[in-house]
């Protein structure tokens, strides 16, 4: 049985990390795998499955050509959106019976639209939800582009009776608990939970000792990641702060000397390599994300976290209680206790910390593995996809 991937939204290095994962995962259960994309992400997902080890799994892909609109900006986006809902649909129009199509990006413009045409071809799909469902519990204005994704979702979701061949996967146990509200009784049985699946390569690398201790961000950071507060906590700590990866809504760099900004050109997204050497230069990784924020999406930067073997210092909201089963760092109620905690183990420096920390974090990587997470997706789609009791290996 073939399956067939169809991303009609990324760029570049967009999602490029949970795309490779979905990828190898297809290719763990099915043994091959068709994958559309734009020739950019289908040079980021090559990179970085060579990387990981996988280039092996590359030759069992059979790679077709999508076009993406590049246009960035609000207006740009809604254009992506707009061209990639109309590419999406010929594509299932053009798949084959038989076929396991998935559609790794839950596009609010697309689902309409698929929802409509598969009540007359019957194709088994799998879609996979991500940020876009925060925006169901936004109140953005109807004239807004998010008002009306929104307006799409809330009522696919609850009020439409979705096609029984669609079935949707979002990214976390705690994600599908505070989805439930926006399901409709018919609705809710099509969709189910795994991890968030990531990429673990061997025992990481102790950070070198400085002079002082190292703290940051990692991935883009923008108002709801907490922006606003991590600039004013770095003036009320003793230690540089480093931002890894671009700012959304901000570009008034120079007003905040004490914040090192580490980002592509014009803002932009920077190499993986870079990003992952800028990370491990870190002591902890600092999340201050809104707690009320995250509820229906996950957060890849929490595995860049893992995956390089750095403690984190967060403020408690679902996602990260999620995640964080076992203690990796420090959950704090409010930005002044995290910035007294930093100021403590600044003043404590090289102190080093807890092992336990690295001890946890050695058993989340098995667990978000993505050997384990395919696992998981092989049991949840087993009533689905009857050919999975069989796993190709």
Request: a positive charge; charged letters at 25%.
């Amino acid at each position: 049985m073939q399956v067939r991937i169809i991303d009609t939204v990324a760029r570049d290095s967009f999602h490029e990390v949970f795309n490779a994962a979905l990828l190898v995962m297809c290719l763990r259960l099915f043994g091959r795998a068709e994958y559309h994309c734009h020739p950019s992400q289908r040079r980021c997902l090559e990179r970085l499955l060579e990387r990981h080890g996988y280039a092996a799994d590359v030759s069992r892909v059979a790679f077709r050509r999508v076009r993406v609109v590049r246009r960035e900006g609000p207006t740009g986006w809604v254009c992506r959106y707009a061209a990639a809902a109309l590419r999406s649909g010929w594509r299932l129009v053009r798949s084959r019976p038989g076929e396991l199509v998935v559609f790794n990006y839950n596009n609010p413009l697309a689902l309409p639209l698929l929802d409509l045409l598969n009540g007359f071809l019957h194709r088994r799909v799998l879609i996979v939800c991500h940020g876009e469902l925060e925006l169901l519990t936004g109140r953005s204005p109807w004239w807004r582009a998010s008002g009306w994704f929104a307006r799409i979702l809330r009522r696919a979701f609850g009020r439409t009776r979705l096609d029984r061949n669609l079935r949707f996967c979002v990214l976390g146990k705690s994600i599908l608990r505070n989805l439930r509200p926006y399901l409709s009784e018919a609705n809710a049985p099509l969709f189910f939970a795994i991890d968030h699946p990531g990429f673990f390569e061997g025992e990481p690398a102790e950070p070198l000792p400085h002079d002082t201790l190292r703290v940051g961000t990692v991935g883009q950071l923008t108002p709801a990641k907490g922006l606003y507060r991590i600039l004013r906590l770095s003036r009320q700590i003793p230690v540089p702060l480093t931002v890894v990866g671009r700012t959304y809504g901000f570009c008034d760099h120079a007003r905040w000397p004490e914040v090192r900004f580490v980002a592509g050109p014009e803002n932009g997204f920077i190499p993986r390599e870079r990003f992952e050497r800028e990370t491990a230069a870190l002591d902890y990784i600092l999340f201050a994300y809104d707690p009320g924020s995250y509820r229906l999406t996950a957060s890849g930067a929490i595995l860049d976290a893992l995956n390089l073997g750095r403690p984190v210092i967060t403020l408690r909201n679902d996602c990260f209680d999620d995640v964080l089963r076992l203690p990796v760092g420090y959950v704090v109620a409010d930005m002044e206790e995290m910035a007294a905690l930093i100021r403590r183990l600044a003043a404590e420096y090289p102190a080093g910390t807890d092992p336990q920390f690295a001890r946890n974090i050695a058993l989340l990587r098995r667990e978000f593995a993505v050997e384990t997470v395919a696992e998981r997706l092989r049991e949840a789609l087993e009533s689905f996809v009857p050919e999975l009791k069989n796993p190709q290996r």
